[in-house]
């Protein structure tokens, strides 16, 4: 057990470091520290994985203590590790200390050096936490950390207004989410007397599919699900949260923030699986969400907007997969995902840094001669995206299509169309940003240099997974075992609904070469308009009809302001002028004003002469006299 504390508490130790004494450290000293924390948390996990694999390590479901008492119910701080929790580990550990090593190198002329690293630092504490709770409490104080850090992280820059309002905008819809988390957790705990895993498992072991109780429990943890992990209509936090520095970005983007609404409906699939309603809604969500979020990102030209709303498409895909019952489907998108999005938020980065800030990718081009390491690594990351064989997306993306066919054709041709938007839009990215002239300062091309090593080893080592990633999930049809589905089976509850091994093999073959066939006409396409013809993202004021409004972000944002952002600023303003200004400190005021003018007369008296204090005094006492007479 003391091996799995270590997993949560080296990186607490390494915030603990870097907030109180990391300004007296230097860089590099406070930057090792933060990273070798994750590091050594990373090594731990792949101790406890590589003895999942080979057999000799069995499930630990712990207690460590009792936490909270009170009538008939106790519920205990516990861990949980199990196939898909230390899935999650590998991830959020492995990919973590990738991110704290570029971050070295990366922030390394910013003045916050130290409390950026501790603040990363506490964001995979307590995602880590979230990870290996084994009851939904102690998810949940890890649910709120990362929302926390989240806020802390897209906020860094806290000089900025704009960033403290995007920072403001994540913390609060996730709120709104955490509502729904919250009401589920008091319905769970009062019918079913437990927030445990293991323990509601066994009760739920004889509820009737579709029970009003499940049902409703199972809509208000996914409105949590939606929140943090940005669906429709929770979604709009996160393209904002680009205002972060770029590795806070591909943190929350692969490893965190977002993949936590994924791990908790996995984690809770005993209970899912008794909600088909939920399920079939939670699907079209997840299609709905895929599709409206690759649509905005085929006209937007920041290169870290075009990646966050690529995000938001492929977590639609991921609970698309689960609303159609293909768990371990959607765990596998998760990881791959984690790969090739990590590395693209970097490599973005690297362009970033190269371009002293720059992130219009009409004001790039040509970058490919100075840049090759980021260049090879971002196409590497894009042809996985894409789907294109055999990157890691491609067995993925497939899966997740193949068990969507099997369930709901019409499903199925939406998220396909989803498919092929993304392949056409992040081409439209690498041939705007890396091929042709380059459309920048002659000051920015004068200086165009590759990222240093601390930034592009992270780079390479992502790529190489994003490339090799899918051999975990090697399709069973062609004659290979599935080894991801096969680590995860003991966590997965029967599921009566799944479809996932529905379809003939001749079924399969067409679907996934009609889907890889999809991705290459895209790429090609964007190929021929973008690099061939050399052509340019319009300017916005050339935009019109429906490429305007897309641009726009179909005025979400504006509606969202309008219909709740404005109501409650008036609100908060009549409660301020009428609440604080005149009741509140009208209180306040006239209480002083009453003490002022009390005292001003009082002062009178005080008038110095000795023989007035005699003749009060003298006069007191007879009072005191005469009123114990009378009495």
């Not at 205990?76 to 898909?84: A, E, I, N, V, Y």
């Not at 820059?157 to 009401?183: C, E, H, P, S, T």
Request: glycine content about 8%.
């Amino acid at each position: 057990m003391l091996s799995i504390y270590l997993i949560i508490l080296l990186p607490l130790i390494g915030f603990l470091i870097n907030a109180f004494i990391g300004n007296k450290l230097s860089k590099t000293v406070s930057g090792i520290i933060g990273s070798a924390a994750i590091f050594g948390s990373f090594v731990l996990s792949a101790v406890f994985f590589a003895g999942f694999l080979n057999g000799s390590q069995a499930r630990i479901d712990q207690n460590v203590f009792e936490w909270i008492s009170f009538g008939n119910f106790s519920i205990s701080f516990g861990l949980l590790l199990d196939q898909l929790s230390v899935t999650w580990l590998m991830v959020v550990t492995g990919i973590g200390s990738l991110i704290h090593l570029y971050s070295i190198s990366y922030m390394h002329d910013d003045e916050g050096f130290s409390r950026f690293f501790s603040y990363l630092n506490l964001f995979i504490f307590f995602m880590l936490l979230l990870v290996l709770g084994n009851n939904f409490l102690v998810m949940f104080i890890g649910w709120e950390g990362v929302g926390l850090c989240s806020y802390l992280l897209i906020g860094f820059w806290f000089k900025n207004q704009d960033y403290n309002n995007a920072a403001k905008k994540a913390f609060i819809m996730n709120r709104v989410g955490d509502l729904g988390f919250l009401i589920a957790m008091f319905m769970i705990l009062y019918f079913l007397k437990s927030l445990n895993f293991g323990e509601l498992q066994a009760t739920l072991a004889t509820m009737e599919v579709n029970h009003a109780l499940v049902v409703t429990i199972t809509m208000l943890l996914f409105v949590g699900a939606m929140g943090k992990s940005a669906q429709i209509p929770l979604y709009t936090w996160l393209p904002d949260a680009m205002a972060g520095p770029t590795p806070v970005s591909a943190l929350i983007h692969a490893a965190t923030m977002v993949t936590a609404g994924i791990y908790m409906f996995v984690r809770a699939n005993f209970l899912f699986v008794l909600a088909p309603e939920t399920l079939q809604f939670i699907s079209f969500v997840g299609v709905a969400t895929a599709l409206f979020a690759a649509t905005i990102g085929l006209l937007q030209n920041d290169i870290k907007k075009v990646l966050a709303y690529s995000t938001v498409s492929q977590l639609g895909l991921m609970f698309m997969a689960l609303g159609v019952g293909a768990f371990s489907s959607g765990v596998f998108h998760v990881v791959t995902h984690a790969f090739f999005k990590a590395c693209l938020f970097l490599g973005a980065g690297s362009v970033i840094h190269a371009l002293h800030g720059e992130q219009d990718i009409r004001n790039m081009g040509g970058l490919k001669k100075w840049m090759p390491i980021t260049f090879w690594t971002f196409m590497i990351s894009s042809l996985a995206i894409s789907g294109i064989f055999p990157f890691s997306g491609f067995f993925s993306k497939d899966e997740i299509l193949a068990a969507t066919f099997a369930h709901n054709k019409v499903i199925w041709g939406i998220a396909s169309l989803a498919s092929l938007m993304t392949a056409f839009y992040m081409f439209r990215l690498v041939f705007l940003t890396f091929t042709g002239s380059f459309r920048g300062t002659e000051e920015q091309k004068h200086h165009l240099h590759e990222s240093p090593a601390l930034i592009t080893l992270p780079l390479v080592v992502l790529a190489i997974l994003a490339a090799v990633g899918g051999l975990m999930g090697l399709p069973e049809f062609l004659g290979f075992h599935h080894a991801l589905q096969g680590f995860l089976k003991p966590i997965m509850a029967v599921n009566p609904h799944a479809t996932e091994h529905a379809l003939s093999h001749s079924t399969e073959y067409m679907l996934m070469g009609g889907a890889f066939l999809g991705a290459v006409l895209s790429i090609a396409y964007a190929y021929v308009k973008y690099a061939k013809n050399n052509a340019q993202p319009a300017a916005e004021g050339q935009l019109s009809g429906l490429s305007k409004v897309v641009y726009n972000k179909y005025y979400v944002d504006e509606i969202y302001n309008l219909l709740f952002v404005a109501p409650a600023m008036k609100l908060s303003e009549i409660f301020h002028d009428v609440v604080d200004r005149t009741f509140v400190d009208g209180t306040v005021n006239w209480s002083g004003k009453i003490a002022v003018m009390v005292g001003g007369q009082v002062r009178k008296i005080q008038s110095g002469s000795i023989g007035f204090y005699l003749l009060i005094m003298v006069l007191s006492v007879v009072s005191i006299f005469a009123y114990a007479f009378l009495r």
